[in-house]
């Protein structure tokens, strides 16, 4: 009898041993809410449309996956979207929102340079990871450890877009630049004007305009008088640099047309015309069926556009990699808890959609927060996209040299 | 500073002014007849456009048609507010200045949902530029200039000689007075809704390819129409005109020596100047 009931504990303890080695303790299902803010409405919504929508293609291929296992835990990814109408006082109060009310630690997408001041206001005491889009120069800096840059800025393309302009087309002496008078087209501004001067190009004319304008032909009034050779349509969002290219072509402008900022030239082509649109050069942008771009980056678009019917443009390529690089450094890190996040974000390179992308921008910044990625300078040749040729951003040179 | 430069700048200021008198006017004549500021007045305007948008870009339509069926539309629309909304707060200011706003955010955000949030292109009926010397203006924003002449010829027209608009000057006078006369003051005040909605819709979809379509589109004629009525003195027509050119004026010229932002204060400038000097408006009522 001992001998049997001694068997039978040993059989108990076996099957528990077996069990637990043929199936671990199923990890337990919890859900992480991720933030994302943008303009959803207003002149420059199609930025918000995009960021949104980026989220959504990640956040849903990982649900649909099963979650995202970090450590022992599986999380089912839960998206809160505001609104900001690209004000910095309502992207104050979102940030509140989502930092007091729905306790977020990850705000994944945010775009126009004065609402991510505004928005880092509430994330940096909190210690809320921000990853972003804006174009803001001091949006990333030693005071701000947890925000990021998830796509190139004006400060990574100006200087080496200029630099191909002026290699390929040397008669391009003259040079008018306009943006909004906001944060993001100020700093744009700014490196455009530095590239020029750098480059000894001439520049006649910088303006600025405040966003929602539709009527440009005053500005634009001014800015023809100076003639210039090229016009670029630096910061503005897509639907404003349709309607400048548009009025300009009506106001009899035939020179060069640059974008330096440029996303979606879709949109732009819709707005200005195949006309007035013809020979735009934009080194952020991407087109995603291009022979430049990783086949990753193809995939992505022929999803969003079976999905959206619209063919994605960089913002929402940017923050789909966004939620990459974050979640892969919460799978790394082995926990979601932000200093953990943090340290690892910024340990090593990632496989992304855009390829392979580095977290650098020392040099700029004076911190690691910038992502890094070729560029690709494209041109508008009949209303559709063609890209040109592919440059490294000097940040990215470095790192890789 | 070269000539033409400051014809060019003159010319600027005066197409589009035109185009916001056309708002203003529709405003001045609702305040005129039912004694009501139509905060909701912008939506109306971007209704104009997105009719426009519809028949030329996605039915196909042409322009022209596209245009008057739509100034048709929205003037039915002008109907349905009215009869459902506005009459009952005929004379009641405040409670009216309340329900246009919530009529506002009723209707941009109805916009938003149903017509999404992106800026929507519709294409131009007429391309090229007319050239004099240096000075330019695209046949598109030529058009638009003489339809919106057109319209106010129209309106003034209508509204000095026919026997309805008879009747509406007559209600804007003395509405006890009209009555007594025979005039019936509910269709007379639902016709004047319908005139005032029409005309901004007009200006919406003469401006629909001009600068493409949204939600937000009312936004600013409706600040610049408050500005065209607050300096020519509200419920006056030739007011409105006189309101609009001095708005073209100044910010067509303001344009050449200040950035958009200080050209957008110029005109909150002159609507304080006018009110400090003379309260009612150039051609206001005492």
Known sequence: MKGQRCHGWVLMLAAVLALGTAAPAAAAEKTLEIGVLGPLSGGAASYGVELLRGAEMRSDEINKAGGLKVGGDVYKIKLIAYDHKASAADAATAANKLVFQDKVKYIIGNAVGATCNAVQTVTEPQKVMFAFVCWGTNNLGPDKPHSFRSMLSQWEAAEPFYRWIKEKRPTIKKVAVISPNDTSGLDTNTAVVKAVKGLALDLVSEETYERGTKDFYPILTKILAKKPDLLDVAAAPPAEAGLILKQAHELGFRGAKGWTAGVNPVTLVGIAGVEAAEGVWSPVNINVRSDFVDPKVRKFGDEYEKRYKEVPGVIAVANYGAFDVFTKAMQEAGSVETDKVLAALTSRPYDTVWGRLVIGGKETYRIDRQFLYPMVISEIRGG??????????AALKALTK | MPIELLVQALLNGFALALVYVLVALGLTLIFSILGIINFAHGEFYMLGGYATYFGVAVFGLHYVPTLLLAIGAVGLAGVVAERLIFRHLRGKTLNAFIVSLGLLWVLQSGAQLTFGVLDKPVPSAFSGIIRAGRVIISVERFVV???????????????????????????????????????????????????????????????????????????????????????????????????????????GIGSLFFSSAAVNVLGFLMVIAVLLVRPRGLFGAA
Do not use: H
Not at chain 2, 170 to 176: C, I, K, L, R, Y
Not at chain 2, 198 to 218: D, K, N, R, T, Y
């Open chain 1, 384 to 393: 559709k996209i063609v890209d040109i040729e592919q440059v490294l951003p």
């Open chain 2, 145 to 251: 200039v003489l339809a919106a002449v057109g319209l106010i010829a129209v309106l003034y027209g209508f509204l000095q000689w026919s026997r309805v608009g008879r009747a509406m000057r007559a209600v804007a006078q003395d509405p006890d007075g009209a009555a007594l006369q025979g005039v019936n003051i509910e269709f007379t005040s639902m016709l004047g809704f319908a005139v005032g909605c029409a005309l901004a819709g007009a200006a919406g979809g003469l401006l629909a390819p001009v600068f493409a379509v949204s939600p937000p589109m009312g936004a600013l004629p409706v600040v610049k129409a408050f500005i065209i009525i607050i300096v020519g003195g509200m419920g006056s027509l030739p007011g409105a005109v006189l309101g609009g050119l001095l708005l073209g004026t100044v910010e």
